[in-house]
């Protein structure tokens, strides 16, 4: 078993021929121990199936690939080759990877006129040729073939590459490799590379147009023609060659060992490809020959919009622009938002209600809506400042770009020479007056050390905030299951869980139930004050639903592990005597309801749009970062609580699941109240969290307008609130929806008017999700024109 002789230009597919016969040669005799030799035609009628564990896949005649079903998640199952003979099984081809998992009872069978066809809850083709099949085969190369009765292959696999190229594979022009979403996740993810019709192999972000504009990696073989295919050779070489057989370039270096050595190349979920090796006879793991870039923030897309990405010890990491915070605080690929209010472009004669933040060596998207060229970076501040239109701007040789939002691919480059300034305004106060960044100082020049010091300090403080979430996440578990005391004795902690009351502690602290501060769906609210002088709001549920004690307390769990700045906090319950109580925290400032539609003040345009974002974030938490998602089902005015800091927070969220679905009161039949309730409650479709974004929307719309839903005391065409922003909003007239002199600004009128429009869309499909809503409102995102509200109905 010497080593072969080295790849030749000439008889290309010989050498290939003779190289996978020794290479099969070589795998059957290691692998011979493991594997007994096989005959690996199939033929129609074979099946396998994941529930025979011997047979749910077919193996090459080595055993070194195997086609069959891949175990994906906990108990589903997907159909793909992956490397059998090597430990752990590596997956180098998926058919339909973006399809969900397929259940355990699924099975796979091999017919002469069907191809390959799937049977799980339907049945799907996994390869469907033109013609019919004769037989086919697992090959020793990783490609499964299906044969004609000449024997001719009339599918292959190799022909329909994932993210991984094989020895003998190729990629042509058209052809493209999408990264998977994780090491874990094998759909599709968010970069591409394609072998352009140019003669160009180039790695994009996905949904991008081939454009230079948002590639990341090139091989700069443009204008070599539509033959130029990407091979990987059995050495290791990855190259890209004509249809003449001229190398134009080689991607890995030449001279990799050939025998006892596997290859395969793999374009990685973040976005680099990379060719990996194996060394058959020495075992061990996979190692990298080669990668595409070491910097693994290279990848445009990375990180999120208006985040960048810092190379941390190779390893990627994304953070906000100043003024900027992640849309899901967990997660730091997501987008980021504005943590502060724009004041209005009225307000720019007051140039301090700004500071400017910078961000030294970064590389961005361009995209400007101005160049002025200025003698330095000092001036271009200045510049900025004085425009109320820059939100950002950046300076590199004299030019100074006023950049658009969102900022795009943006990471920091140490080679890169460009400042970014970028304006912060007045931190939000809505988040229970804690101000959201504690940075932001003026021109504080980030460096590298500094970075590094502060990076680690992040580190330091997640673990700590790790610790500490799993020590009250235990002692709430200690209070919930073991410790309630049954007599109610014991003060309320407040970080910990909702705590158990009897009922005549409910009446003390209620002075038996004398105050009421309010009268709703669920029942009557009375204001409380504990022993320790905290102020509570306790409300007295009618007509629940929940029978159970057992029931009743889960709900109350759920809700109780709720916790979030722009939620009422449930402190307390009360089971005693048939009675259902509920403990809130006290709100100060009464309802949005009150404050909209009963108060004598007029609200500002800012903390309009501060309440809307707070309702915002609550929703989004209930509806996508909660452990149970929680749909509210009852979102209006009256459920919008205003604290003592003017923050918005949710009320009586989780409190549909507990109640009679024919609740009278301002209940019709349905959960919800008449205006709020989404069309499709009528309908009798599936009600998911857009029944919230309608009911979200139409009080966008009320808040926007100050006024209620449903006004008879207006003119005919006005009374419906939705019916006459629309016709303003077509007719151009959206002035006519405010009251002028509260410090509207034109643009941000029409963003929200906008917004509410999609929200209130009749098709659920067509909403946007609390996270785009967000976006949207904060004008990180564009939004296009929404449709006619009553488009797309669905006719069900
Ligand atoms: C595999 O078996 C089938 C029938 O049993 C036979 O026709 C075919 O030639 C065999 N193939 C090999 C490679 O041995
Ligand atoms: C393996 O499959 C055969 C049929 O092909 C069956 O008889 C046998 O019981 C199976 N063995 C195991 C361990 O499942
Ligand atoms: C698989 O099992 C599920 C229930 O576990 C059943 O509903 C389904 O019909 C089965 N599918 C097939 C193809 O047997
Ligand atoms: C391949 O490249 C060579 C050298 O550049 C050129 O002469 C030949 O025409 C090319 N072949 C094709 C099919 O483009
Ligand atoms: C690429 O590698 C091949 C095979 O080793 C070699 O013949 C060729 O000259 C190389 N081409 C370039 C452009 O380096
Ligand atoms: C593979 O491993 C064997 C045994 O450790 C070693 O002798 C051989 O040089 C290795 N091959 C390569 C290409 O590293
Ligand atoms: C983080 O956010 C990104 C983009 O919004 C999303 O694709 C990804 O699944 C999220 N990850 C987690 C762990 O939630
Ligand atoms: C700007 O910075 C000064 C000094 O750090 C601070 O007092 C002021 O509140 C900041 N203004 C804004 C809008 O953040």
Same mark, same amino acid.
């Given at each position: ?37 096989? %005959? ?62 397929v259940?355990? /009872? ?9 191809g390959?066809?799937l049977?799980?809850?339907q ?11 004769v ?21 292959? $696999? ?36 394609? !072998?352009?019709?140019?003669?160009n &192999? ?17 091989? /700069?073989?443009? =204008? ?9 050779? #059995? ?8 249809g ?6 080689n ?20 976005? *680099? ?5 194996? %060394? ?5 793991d ?22 960048f990405? *810092?190379?941390? #010890?190779?390893?990627? #990491? ?55 060229? &200025?003698?330095? $970076?000092?001036?271009?501040?200045? +510049? ?11 300076? +590199? ?24 300034f ?34 680690a300090?992040? =580190?330091?403080?997640?673990?700590? *905030? ?25 003060r ?23 105050e ?26 009618? =007509?629940? $639903? ?32 048939? @009675? ?11 309802? &949005? ?5 009963? $108060? ?23 509806? +996508? ?15 919008? &609580? ?20 024919n609740?009278? @009161?301002?209940?019709?039949? *349905? ?5 709020y ?9 599936p009600?998911?969290?857009k ?17 209620? /839903? !449903? ?19 077509q ?9 002028? =002199?509260?410090g ?17 869309? +009749? ?34």
């Amino acid at each position: 078993m010497g080593k072969r002789p080295k790849a030749n230009i000439s008889g290309i597919s010989l050498m290939a021929a003779v190289s996978l016969l020794l290479l099969s040669l070589n795998i059957a005799f290691l692998l011979q121990s493991v594997v007994s030799q096989r %005959n690996s035609t199939i033929f129609p009628g074979s099946s396998i199936s994941p529930a025979t564990p011997n047979s749910s896949y077919w193996l090459s005649p080595s055993g070194i690939y195997a086609f069959g079903f891949i175990p994906r998640g906990s108990d589903g199952y997907s159909v793909g080759i992956f490397v059998a003979g090597i430990p752990p099984k590596t997956v180098v081809w998926m058919a339909n990877r973006d399809d969900p998992p397929v259940p355990a /009872n699924s099975t796979l069978s091999l017919s002469a006129s069907g191809g390959l066809l799937l049977q799980s809850t339907q049945s799907k083709g996994i390869a469907i040729p033109g013609q019919t099949t004769v037989s086919a085969s697992m090959l020793d190369s990783g490609n499964f073939v299906l044969y004609n009765s000449q024997q001719n292959i009339i599918w292959q $696999s190799f022909d329909r590459p994932t993210d991984t190229i094989l020895e003998g594979q190729h990629l042509s022009a058209g052809q493209e490799l999408y990264s998977g979403a994780s090491d874990k996740n094998p759909s599709t993810g968010i970069f591409r590379i394609k !072998m352009q019709d140019d003669g160009n &192999l180039v790695m994009y972000p996905i949904n991008t147009p081939d454009s230079a504009t948002y590639a990341y990696w090139a091989s /700069n073989t443009g =204008g070599k023609g539509n033959t130029v295919k990407l091979n990987l050779a #059995d050495n290791g070489l990855l190259y890209l060659m004509n249809g003449t057989g001229q190398y134009l370039t080689n991607i890995t270096k030449e001279g990799h060992a050939v025998s006892n050595i596997l290859y395969r190349a793999r374009f990685d979920p973040d976005g *680099i490809f990379r060719l990996y090796s194996y %060394n058959i006879t020495k075992k061990g793991d996979w190692s990298t020959v080669y990668a595409s870039t070491n910097d693994r923030c290279n990848p445009k897309g990375v990180c999120g919009l208006n985040a960048f990405c *810092i190379n941390n #010890d190779q390893i990627p #990491d994304c953070q906000c622009l100043p003024g900027f915070d992640f849309v899901r605080v967990d997660n730091k690929t997501s987008d980021c938002e504005r943590s502060f209010t724009a004041p209005s472009c009225k307000a720019a004669d007051k140039p301090s209600d700004y500071n400017i933040s910078v961000v030294n060596n970064i590389a961005l998207e361009d995209i400007s809506y101005a160049v002025v060229t &200025l003698e330095n $970076s000092d001036e271009c501040e200045k +510049e900025c400042m004085q425009d109320c239109n820059c939100e950002a701007a950046t300076y +590199e040789g004299r030019s100074c770009v006023k950049q658009r939002f969102p900022i795009r691919y943006s990471r920091r480059d140490l080679n890169s020479p460009k400042i970014l300034f970028v304006k912060v305004g007045q931190e939000v106060m809505s988040n229970a007056g804690e101000p959201v960044r504690p940075e932001g100082g003026r021109k504080e020049k980030i460096r590298v050390d500094v970075l590094v010091i502060s990076l680690a300090l992040t =580190g330091l403080t997640a673990a700590a *905030i790790i610790i500490c979430s799993i020590f009250f996440y235990n002692n709430r578990r200690v209070w919930l299951y073991k410790t309630v005391p049954a007599d109610g004795s014991g003060r309320i902690i407040d970080d910990v869980a909702p705590r158990l009351f009897t009922y005549d502690e409910m009446a003390e602290i209620t002075g038996d139930f004398h105050e009421e501060i309010g009268r709703g769906a669920f029942g009557v609210v009375y204001k409380g004050t504990m022993q320790n002088g905290q102020e509570v709001a306790v409300k007295r549920l009618d =007509g629940v $639903s929940v029978d159970g004690e057992r029931e009743f307390q889960n709900e109350i769990k759920t809700i109780g592990r709720t916790h979030h700045r722009n939620l009422v906090r449930l402190l307390g319950f009360s089971l005693d005597r048939s @009675n259902r109580l509920l403990v809130y925290e006290y709100m100060s400032n009464g309802s &949005l309801a009150n404050l909209l539609f009963a $108060s004598e003040k007029v609200l500002f345009w800012e903390d309009k749009m501060r309440i809307v974002r707070n309702v915002a974030r609550g929703l989004l938490y209930l509806h +996508e970062e909660c452990e149970t998602q929680i749909i509210h089902c009852d979102i209006k005015p009256a459920n919008i &609580l205003i604290d003592e800091n003017r923050c918005a927070k949710i009320s009586d969220f989780g409190l549909s699941k507990l109640l009679k679905p024919n609740q009278t @009161n301002t209940f019709t039949n *349905i959960r919800g109240t008449r205006g709020y309730v989404a069309p499709e409650w009528h309908k009798n479709l599936p009600v998911t969290t857009k029944v919230d974004v309608y009911s979200f929307g139409v009080v966008l719309l009320e808040i926007i307008c100050s006024r209620r /839903n !449903m006004d008879q005391s207006l003119p005919e065409e006005e009374i419906i609130l939705e019916q006459w922003v629309y016709d303003c909003f077509q007719a151009g007239e959206l002035q006519r929806l405010i009251v002028e =002199g509260d410090g509207v600004e034109r643009r941000q009128l029409e963003r929200m008017v906008k917004v509410a429009i999609w929200c209130t869309l +009749e098709e659920p499909s067509l909403r946007p999700n609390m996270r785009k809503v967000l976006l949207m409102l904060e004008g990180t995102v564009e939004i296009s024109d929404p449709p006619s509200p009553t488009s797309f109905i669905s006719c069900i």
